[in-house]
């Protein structure tokens, strides 16, 4: 059973585009994320939402909209895709917002061209 | 944006050695630390955590060190195997909750 499942795996578009990368996770937790990793294996926060509610932004542009149905779901939209956002994005999951440990997806690689 | 001017360390080991991997912080606020293991293609999987209170824990061939006053945090992992060739990441947990990631260390296993 995946815990933390998330799609497309892979996803290639055009510059100008909108586009959504999908996240579901069965494991019961509280509170889901999205992170950016890019070509150096950094990986950055960039949304946090405990309970379907907002509670970190890191500074990512407006383009980037995240939605979260019900607590179990964490999707991200994109709009006016920038060759900048080419990175692998990763959703994760932890049992609340104290900062625990994540549970993360196995990753989308968004390739803008 | 871009980790721009930043390269991931790589650490390259013989297997059965012990293998030492390294992380710096700069939060002293820092109270909760997290040591994440990424293999290719895949998400960052939890490996080990320690709190603030302790210098160190051991886990199944792992062992974390913690220095607070040099904010610095170690992963050991013993007798190394080829299935440790990964990417490691430090996490640290400051104010409001929040969890920074390290930059990572690529572990390269030579058999």
């Known amino acids: 059973d995946t815990a933390v499942s998330q799609t497309p795996k892979y996803l290639v578009t055009q510059m100008g585009n909108d586009k959504s990368i999908k996240c579901e996770q069965n494991?019961?937790?509280?509170?889901m994320y999205w992170y950016k990793q890019d070509s150096k294996k950094f990986l950055k926060i960039m949304f946090s939402?405990?309970?379907?509610?907002?509670?970190i932004n890191e500074t990512v542009p407006n383009r980037f909209s995240p939605k979260s149905p019900d607590k179990a779901h964490l999707n991200l939209h994109i709009n006016s895709l920038e060759l900048g956002d080419s990175a692998v994005y990763f959703c994760?999951?932890?049992?609340?917002?104290?900062?625990?440990?994540?549970?993360f997806g196995p990753g989308t690689r968004l390739t803008v061209l | 944006g871009e980790s721009v001017g930043l390269h991931l360390p790589t650490l390259s080991v013989q297997e059965g050695d012990n293998s030492i991997i390294n992380c710096a912080y700069s939060?002293?606020?820092?109270?909760?630390f997290i040591w994440y293991k990424q293999e290719s293609g895949k998400g960052p999987q939890f490996i080990i955590d320690?709190?603030?209170?302790?210098d160190k824990r051991q886990g199944q061939r792992v062992t974390v060190l913690l220095n607070k006053t040099v904010k610095h945090l170690s992963l050991q992992i013993a007798a190394t195997q080829p299935g440790d060739s990964a990417v490691y990441f430090c996490a640290d947990r400051g104010g409001y909750q929040k969890v920074t990631f390290g930059i990572g260390t690529k572990l390269q296993v030579i058999p």
């Open positions: 939402y405990n309970n379907k509610e907002l509670i």
């Open positions: 494991l019961g937790h509280d509170t």
């Open positions: 939060n002293s606020a820092s109270d909760y």
């Open positions: 320690i709190r603030s209170n302790m």
């Open positions: 994760a999951s932890s049992q609340d917002e104290s900062g625990g440990p994540a549970d």
